[in-house]
C-alpha cells in the first residue's frame, strides 16, 4: 500500500506500524481511522486518545465543542470511551491543564513526539508494551 502523498511514515510510538484508531466513529485528518502525520494538517492529528466526559468538557470550554453533534458535517458528536486523534498540541493543553485522555500508543503516530513529551504519553498509556 502507498501512502497518500504528504503523509509521513505510518510509525506509532512504539516503533511498529501505526494501528487503527477508530473507525466507529472515524477519525484521523484523512478521515481514515488513523491518526497519520500529514504535511497539510497544521493541527498535527497525531494522538489517539481515549474520550473521558472530563477531557470533553475541557476541550469544549477550550472553544474545540467535541461532545456537540453535527449532522451538517456528518459528526455524530463523541462520547467517553470513544477513540478519537487530537492534535497533539491539544493534548499537550490538556496535560498542562492536568485534563489529559488516556493514550493509545499502537494508534499514536511517532510524530506527537515532537509536540508533547515522550514521558508524558507514556505515563498517560493504555497500551504501552
Not at 516503533?15 to 481514515?32: I, M, Q, Y
Not at 497539510?40 to 474545540?64: I, P, R, W, Y
Not at 491543564?97 to 513526539?113: I, L, S, W
Amino acid at each position: 500500500m502507498t501512502l497518500p502523498e504528504g503523509t509521513a511514515p505510518s510509525v506509532n510510538l512504539l516503533g511498529d506500524k501505526l494501528e487503527l484508531c477508530s473507525a466507529d466513529p472515524v477519525t484521523g485528518f484523512l478521515r481514515n481511522g488513523c491518526c497519520e502525520a500529514h504535511v497539510t494538517d497544521a493541527g498535527a492529528h497525531t494522538v489517539c486518545a481515549l474520550m473521558t466526559a472530563e477531557f470533553l468538557e475541557f476541550s469544549k470550554a477550550q472553544g474545540n465543542d467535541l461532545s456537540t453533534p453535527r449532522p451538517e458535517f456528518g459528526f455524530a458528536g463523541l462520547k467517553p470511551g470513544d477513540r478519537w486523534c487530537l492534535c497533539a498540541s491539544r493534548w499537550r493543553q490538556a496535560y498542562d491543564a492536568g485534563k489529559a485522555p488516556k493514550v493509545v500508543m499502537r494508534a499514536t503516530h511517532r510524530e506527537a513526539a515532537t509536540i508533547v513529551p515522550y514521558a508524558a504519553l507514556v505515563a498517560h498509556a493504555i497500551d504501552s508494551n
